[in-house]
């Protein structure tokens, strides 16, 4: 078996960083990113203001868009958990508006879920069962009110069915809600979709009831619905309760089968990146893994981009996080199955460009550009620094066509990774800021470790006091900050993740954010001084910092001469005469797999040569 295990790896060495090329990067994906109107009014919400979202629901209700209108009213309860304040103004301005009482009844709800938790029965305590029940109780009457307030409304029934599943409620019950819910719109996805949830094994019903419930309701949905992925939402539900199930033939198998064929028809009919398949997508994705259908995978994670959702990842531990590995191991699986001299498959041609999608980055650093240009030599990536006032620097990634091969393996942001290399052996820290519209972030690094870490976001509550305050203090110490008092006040703060970004960057003395920063990708260009350090080989980047610049700039590595014809001829020859014993040796029986894999390091050297100059010898072509 080791021998097959090295072709594998030497497989995934060569083609990792090819398949896949054409996916968002990993630092541009967002879990459940809210669309434009609903940050808006989310991020007004916050601040305490609820007229944003006032007119962004009463939109909704007069043109009758009840799938926008519960998206809207679920987003806006969960961020009411943290930030109640504008909805109970809301309220006690409007007592009778159906759409202020819609968002407190499902607010009800998320709060009775928030104490018990999505663990399982055995495992939630009995007092919190209590508190659980207690407040489902208190959401009874604001769920028939929200009802009688807006009788066309279907989503008050989504949240009477929620209601119907934790309070235990007998299947009369049950039935009664889904008809009240079908007779406003037969084909409303989030009301089908508790439905299904109740008539799930781990709850009420079974998994053939569960399958018959999803594909009914998936053949009588018009073409385009997302009801056709309620099957697929069967199936999975089913594949991840499988621990349960007794050895032997599955007996859903081809259920299951249908589903993902079902599913994979309704995602060709979106286009790539579209917001409203990103749900079935994700769970798509999780399916085709769970199938071992890697390829169909990968195309799924391209279609869905930037839009990584909770579910069906959180089920599995940190949603995005899995979401990452998720898609990293597709990638790998794909690159042990190519041959080593293969090519991998070709992204398709109309690929989105994600780079406006990618969060904005830049360090600021308390020593000059000289310095920490100098410092630069060996991190593998493209640099842009510029002055930033007396003895401080501004420092960009450059973005490049391709990637270095470093920085092609280097699990983190590139920034990030720049500045682990950069603050090593040296006196200095660095700061690096990112910004997204709803999400900001800093990491503090020194002596090339990460010291602290911090993003304020949209919608997150106020963190713990206790975190704050030893997160202020390695900041205060990290920068000579005298009082980390002011910086634990900022730290707390809510709402406006951009203003609380750069007031923290003043508060530690350091220079103010650059201008733009957050809009166009490249902002430093533009200051005076501005240089860029192109990145060097390992090699190089050795030589230069071996050498002493007496505060000077390093210079750009001189372009190599075009190599003469002997040297091709030579090289290609020993690759040829190597190449063939090494496939002999792998071959025949009689040769350990130890010299085999020797005679195979020995051609992939002159491969690797040749190779190099061939992609020097294409980027000198006009």
Not at 34 to 50: E, M, Q, V
Not at 73 to 96: F, K, Q, Y
Not at 284 to 310: K, N, Q, S, Y
Request: aromatic share 8%.
């Amino acid at each position: 078996m080791r021998p097959v295990f090295l072709i594998a790896f030497l497989r995934i060495l060569r083609h990792r960083d090819a398949v896949g090329a054409d996916l968002a990067p990993d630092e541009a994906v967002v879990t459940d990113p809210p669309d434009p109107h609903l940050r808006t009014a989310l991020a007004a919400a916050t601040a305490g203001d609820h007229a944003p979202a006032r007119e962004l629901l009463a939109a909704t209700r007069a043109h009758a868009q009840w799938e926008r209108r519960d998206a809207y009213v679920n987003r806006l309860a969960r961020t009411a958990l943290h930030h109640d304040g504008w909805l109970d103004a809301w309220l006690a301005e409007s007592p009778d508006d159906p759409d202020a009482v819609l968002v407190v009844a499902d607010f009800h709800l998320h709060q009775a879920w928030q104490v018990r938790t999505d663990a399982r029965a055995k495992d939630v305590e009995r007092d919190q069962f209590q508190a659980f029940f207690a407040l489902l109780e208190d959401a009874v009457p604001v769920i028939g009110a929200a009802a009688e307030l807006n009788p066309a409304d279907p989503v008050p029934w989504r949240i009477a069915l929620a209601h119907a599943r934790g309070t235990q409620a007998p299947r009369e019950v049950f039935d009664a809600y889904l008809a009240e819910a079908e007779a406003r719109d037969p084909h409303h996805f989030g009301c089908h979709e508790q439905a299904l949830q109740y008539l799930c094994a781990k709850w009420y019903g079974s998994h053939e009831e569960m399958f018959r419930y999803a594909e009914g309701a998936a053949e009588s949905a018009p073409p385009g619905s997302k009801l056709h992925a309620l099957p697929l939402q069967a199936a999975l539900e089913y594949r991840l309760s499988e621990a349960d199930e007794p050895e032997g033939p599955d007996p859903y198998g081809p259920k299951v089968a249908a589903s993902l064929t079902r599913a994979l028809a309704l995602s060709e009919t979106y286009g790539a990146g579209d917001r409203e398949a990103a749900g079935f997508r994700n769970e798509l994705a999780l399916m085709l893994i769970l199938e071992d259908r890697p390829a169909e995978a990968l195309d799924i994670f391209r279609a869905i981009g930037v839009h990584a959702t909770e579910q069906p990842w959180v089920q599995i531990g940190d949603a995005r996080h899995e979401f990452l590995e998720a898609r990293a191991e597709v990638r790998l699986d794909l690159a042990a199955r190519i041959p080593f001299f293969g090519r991998p498959p070709e992204p398709p041609a109309d690929a989105p460009d994600w780079a406006e999608l990618v969060p904005r980055a830049v360090a600021v650093v308390p020593a000059p550009p000289a310095e920490v240009a100098q410092a630069a030599l060996l991190c593998g990536i493209s640099l842009r620094t510029a002055p930033a006032g007396e003895g401080y620097s501004y420092v960009e990634v450059v973005p490049e066509p391709t990637r270095g091969r470093r920085s092609a393996l280097l699990p983190q942001e590139p920034l990030t990774a720049a500045a682990e290399t950069f603050t090593t052996g040296e006196s200095w820290p660095a700061l690096v800021l990112h910004r997204t519209p709803e999400r900001s972030s800093v990491t503090a690094l020194h002596q090339g470790r990460q010291i602290a870490t911090y993003a304020w976001d949209t919608e997150s509550p106020a963190p713990d006091h206790t975190e704050v305050q030893a997160l202020a203090g390695d900041l205060a110490h990290l920068f000579r900050v005298a009082d980390p008092r002011p910086l634990a006040h900022i730290l707390r703060a809510t709402g406006n993740p951009a203003r609380h970004q750069s007031d923290l960057v003043t508060a530690l003395g350091l220079p103010p954010v650059p201008p733009g920063f957050g809009g166009a990708s490249e902002i430093l260009d533009a200051l005076p001084g501005a240089l860029v350090q192109a990145r060097r080989s390992i090699l190089a980047g050795v030589r230069d910092t071996m050498a002493a610049y007496s505060g000077r700039r390093p210079p750009a590595p001189e372009p190599r001469a075009p190599h003469p014809a002997h040297w091709w001829l030579t090289r290609a020859v020993v690759l040829v005469v190597l190449g063939a014993a090494a496939a002999y040796a792998w071959w025949s029986p009689q040769i350990g797999w130890v010299r085999s894999s020797v005679l195979t390091c020995a051609a992939a050297y002159p491969a690797g040569a040749l190779t190099a100059a061939l992609l020097r010898r294409k980027r000198r072509a006009p």
